[in-house]
């Protein structure tokens, strides 16, 4: 291992902490000291796979978007799947080669202070406004579903504008939180990627676990209460109609048809981040208040799983397309109960697109 690993030079701030606690010594014959990461890094095949396929992902949903621009006539919901799968895209096309630039040399995020700092503001960037713009899509729902009237007739493209304006300043304030002593930009003990310090002992170090803990909770408690009242409002208008299909019966009837898929598409993309979210809240808060001593292995374990989110946001937009989705619905329609709600909406869901489709 290069000796680079304990470089002591000027240039290399104290804003990157590389402290003892990561690296295990041995005395050689010449009573020099050797540096070996305690934590081996993930091999790089894991890495290039998680690129190609959030590659894949991200740019086919932008694609999807740009062709059925005409049926959705980028309406505020969809402005926010494209911008959701442009900040998914752009946190993995940024973080990733670094990763990749680490495995030939192991130096550069050891003697790079700005990269690391770089590299852990843009994962703690686009993770927020990736929770973030998907709670601005179940608000979108919530109130197109329970306020028709005032959502056509108030809410406009510049409201959307507005509130991604806040988001994106929600995200860059606290992932530059870092930079100004709220907690550091730490090298982490594989040496192959940049966060922030996840085994704090100092009050400010803590609050900012607190804060990116308590911003997710309060995202993922949201989504999850708005999307069950969506859900129950659309079963409570579907039992009030007495004809069939009737509950989607507007002056656009494709309107109904879409309002089931994205719907569908907010509780799977809400099902992810709920198994993805709450691992790292638990582990942040439990490190934060130090309830029991701080284990690394699991806290490691839980970023990366927050992070993979991005890379399956877009394969859930593009299974949730007509030809996937209507299979789905298909296969739902046939194993669940005759003469349910589900079974019902499931065969209205069917009639409806297929007279859309002629």
């Not at 003990?189 to 996840?198: A, I, S, Y």
Request: charged share 15%; glycine share 4%; net charge positive.
């Amino acid at each position: 291992m290069s000796e680079s690993f304990v470089n002591t030079s000027p240039m290399y701030s104290s804003s990157i902490s590389l402290s003892t606690d990561n690296l295990t010594t041995e005395p050689s014959n010449s009573n020099a000291t050797v540096e070996i990461p305690v934590f081996q890094p993930r091999p790089v095949y894991v890495f290039i796979i998680w690129f190609i396929f959030g590659f894949i992902g991200n740019c086919t949903a932008v694609a999807i978007l740009f062709r059925n621009r005409r049926k959705h006539k980028w309406r505020i919901f969809y402005r926010l799947v494209f911008m959701l799968a442009v900040s998914d895209f752009t946190g993995q096309l940024i973080t990733i080669p670094i990763m990749f630039a680490t495995y030939s040399n192991r130096d550069i995020l050891v003697t790079g202070e700005t990269l690391c700092n770089f590299m852990s503001t843009i994962i703690i960037m686009t993770s927020l406004m990736s929770v973030l713009l998907v709670y601005l899509m179940s608000i979108d729902r919530v109130i197109a579903i329970w306020f028709p009237i005032f959502y056509r007739n108030r809410i406009t493209i510049l409201h959307m504008w507005i509130a991604v304006a806040l988001v994106i300043t929600t995200a860059l304030v606290v992932g530059l939180l870092p930079t100004f002593r709220v907690n550091t930009h730490k090298l982490q003990k594989e040496g192959t990627w940049c966060f922030v310090d996840l085994q704090p002992t100092e009050p400010g170090d803590q609050f900012f676990l607190y804060l990116c803990a308590s911003i997710g909770m309060v995202a993922v408690l949201s989504m999850f209460i708005m999307n069950v009242l969506v859900v129950c409002r659309l079963c409570h208008v579907y039992k009030r109609k007495t004809g069939p299909g009737s509950w989607i019966a507007t002056p656009n009837s494709n309107t109904g048809v879409k309002n089931v898929q994205n719907i569908c598409f907010l509780i799977i993309i809400m099902a992810v981040f709920m198994s993805s979210w709450i691992p790292v809240i638990i582990r942040f808060f439990i490190n934060a208040v130090r309830l029991s001593v701080i284990d690394y292995e699991k806290t490691k374990h839980a970023v990366a799983i927050t992070v993979t989110h991005q890379v399956l946001n877009p394969w859930i937009y593009i299974i949730m397309q007509d030809c996937l989705f209507s299979r789905c619905l298909e296969y739902g329609r046939k194993h669940s109960k005759r003469g349910s709600i589900f079974h019902r909406i499931l065969g209205d869901y069917e009639t409806k697109h297929q007279e859309t489709s002629l």
